[in-house]
């Protein structure tokens, strides 16, 4: 009997010394975008019955979720994201004034989150509009953001550094977060990776360091500093297919120490977790499709992943009715009040109808074909009923990264505002207010074969984000040629008016009125900069004269009012599909046939043929040309010499 108690002594002993099992689940998601119901479309979405429509998402169903991991658990359950909560869906567009993205993910079940590069997408002060109204407003998940780096000769960024200094009775979010989850020490840090950075123009004077320094640093205070047991990284670098890119896994590999990388930023989700050196890595895609599980044990001071399951989020699962009232009573009382109302329009009120679907791909689409004419539509119109007497816009360009949403034809091909406003809902004016304003200026023939090759040379490089999509004209190109060079034919006109060719020579002097949303003219000068000022696109105005700042350059869609009443692009797509006729005679308007396929607006034409490389050859050209032939000149000189000096 001495000898069981003296067992049941060791036993208990040496779970006390060594440790014993110590279980933790982490619920995690990513580029949530406030896309709160399913989709798509927004009509079909039911979230209080079962198995009766084929969305996908939904902020009260994934709250359903949250609530089912727990109540399966007997140990704690943490809720992780890994940034851009906000951006991409009407409920967006007064995030500044509630913040309440952040007051519903609390609600949810989340219990830390990071920034990501939508966050800063209506400058520091808006993130800190967003932030003090979530404060005021309620309670917030923690957010700890660590690469940050603020600009002390510059005003601008003031408002919103304030949270990032600790100060008492006041909101502070802090590089790291230290918590100790049933026994066990877990650190967590975020931030965003280089590419995120990279398209955030709008973040300025704020900027970032870099991930794999600053996960040193974290990694290190966090093991050394505050002896925590497990590092988590909530990363808004991402997972890309090129694994030279792929920025969590490089992190990962660089940094030893970080146990999980909750990982977000591209769109790819992981089905199962990577483990690279020894950090697992978890991804769950984007807009709330999927929620991550993750089953954990921590046992003498190692971890292991017992389970892990991607939940799939559709109409199995029914939506939490608290949440979705919340989400019901904040599309009328908030957005509908303060953003629709006075374009005389409602969240669900139906603008147009369509019995095939419009879709974005990484070559010419019709979608991108139909928000490309949507702009040179609006901007016609609106300066037709102005009366001006002004050029009409020539050409317009979008790129396939600010579109966000394709056009589904859900159950009854109906087609909401709120659908609608998910294609291009990214954005906020120089005069504050949300929505990308549309701005036109002037440039030559040479500089839109410059803006062409941007998708012949620039995308091929830097990914399908920067493709571009045209109306008023199409072109031919061939990919096999010199780079920055590589467009070979250009016409204007359009499919209903016939085309033209176009002289893109250096001596074609005439100005060409083109358009754009304000963001894809700011990536202008990354452009430039990217390409080492090969490709050059000057905006100017109808006399040739410089504009150098594209605020004034802004259309105006109400020229009897003071100021510049910014023209939103969002707002020109909802009019130019209600512009469409009604085919049908049920008093809806009828999307037009011809975006049913492509129209030939963009067309590869890749060839060897010498004939083919060289025709209307340009700089880059002839220049790789000139060097070919140096180059083959100095070798024939040296194979000379090396016979020559053979037969002496």
């Not at 769950?284 to 017992?306: I, P, Q």
């Not at 000149?633 to 194979?639: E, I, N, Q």
């Amino acid at each position: 009997m001495k000898y069981g108690f003296f067992v049941i002594c060791l036993v208990w002993f040496s779970s006390v010394t060594w440790g014993e099992s110590k279980q933790l689940t982490f619920i995690h998601f990513n580029d949530l975008h406030s896309r709160f119901q399913g989709f798509a479309p927004t009509l079909d979405y039911s979230p209080d019955t079962l198995n009766d429509d084929t969305t996908l998402g939904g902020w009260a169903r994934i709250a359903t979720v949250i609530n089912r991991v727990k109540a399966n658990r007997d140990h704690p359950v943490l809720g992780l994201s890994a940034g851009d909560f906000s951006m991409g869906t009407l409920f967006h567009m007064t995030v500044r004034e509630t913040g309440f993205e952040l007051n519903l993910m609390h609600d949810m079940g989340i219990d830390i989150t990071t920034f990501g590069n939508h966050e800063f997408d209506l400058g520091p002060d808006g993130l800190a509009f967003i932030l003090s109204s979530a404060y005021r407003e309620g309670d917030v998940p923690e957010i700890v953001y660590s690469n940050v780096v603020f600009d002390p000769s510059s005003k601008k960024d003031d408002s919103l550094e304030v949270f990032f200094k600790k100060r008492t009775g006041h909101p502070y979010i802090p590089p790291y977060i230290v918590k100790t989850i049933n026994g066990v020490k877990v650190g967590f840090y975020g931030m965003m990776g280089n590419d995120a950075v990279e398209v955030s123009p709008f973040a300025k004077p704020v900027t970032f360091r870099d991930p794999i320094i600053v996960s040193q640093e974290m990694v290190k205070t966090l093991r050394e500093d505050a002896k925590v047991d497990l590092v988590v990284f909530l990363s808004h670098g991402g997972i890309w297919s090129d694994k030279s890119k792929s920025e969590d896994e490089i992190v990962a590999r660089e940094v030893d120490g970080i146990d999980i990388i909750v990982s977000g930023h591209t769109r790819d989700r992981l089905d199962k977790p990577l483990n690279v050196n020894d950090t697992i890595i978890v991804h769950t895609g984007a807009y709330g499709t999927h929620v991550g599980v993750l089953d954990l044990v921590f046992d003498n001071n190692n971890l292991t992943m017992t389970n892990y399951e991607l939940k799939k989020i559709d109409d199995s699962i029914p939506g939490d009715p608290v949440i979705q009232k919340k989400i019901d009573d904040y599309a009328v009382n908030s957005v509908e009040s303060l953003i629709l109302r006075p374009e005389n329009l409602k969240f669900n009120q139906i603008i147009a109808e369509t019995d095939f679907e419009i879709t974005k791909s990484k070559t010419e689409n019709s979608l991108g074909n139909l928000v490309s004419d949507s702009i040179r539509w609006y901007i016609n119109r609106l300066e037709l009923e102005a009366g001006e007497n002004t050029d009409k816009t020539a050409f317009t360009i979008e790129t396939n990264g600010l579109i966000r949403d394709n056009i589904e034809t859900g159950q009854s091909g109906n087609l909401s505002v709120a659908d609608v406003f998910s294609v291009m809902p990214l954005g906020i004016g120089k005069d504050k207010s949300m929505g990308y304003p549309l701005v036109s200026f002037y440039v030559y023939a040479s500089e839109i074969k410059d803006a062409l090759e941007v998708m012949t040379s620039v995308a091929p490089l830097k990914g399908s984000n920067f493709n571009i999509n045209v109306s008023g004209l199409k072109f031919t190109y061939n990919p096999n040629r010199v780079i920055f060079d590589r467009v070979t034919h250009i016409e204007k006109g359009d499919p209903l008016l016939g085309y033209t060719p176009l002289n893109y020579s250096n001596s074609n002097k005439k100005l060409y009125k083109v358009a754009a949303n304000i963001y894809n003219t700011t990536l202008l000068s990354l452009v430039e900069k990217f390409t080492k000022g090969i490709l050059v696109i000057t905006p100017k105005d109808k006399d040739g004269n410089v504009i150098k700042d594209l605020k004034n350059a802004r259309v105006d869609s109400d020229n009897s009012m003071s100021g510049v009443q910014e023209a939103k692009q969002w707002l020109g797509l909802i009019r130019y599909m209600q512009s469409f006729p009604d085919t049908d005679g049920d008093g809806i308007s009828n999307i037009d046939k011809r975006y049913r396929e492509v129209e030939g607006r963009i067309i590869s034409a890749p060839s060897w043929h010498p004939r083919d490389l060289l025709v209307r050859a340009g700089f880059m050209t002839w220049m790789v040309v000139f060097l070919f032939f140096v180059a083959f000149v100095v070798l024939l000189s040296f194979w000379k010499l090396i016979g020559k000096q053979l037969r002496n």
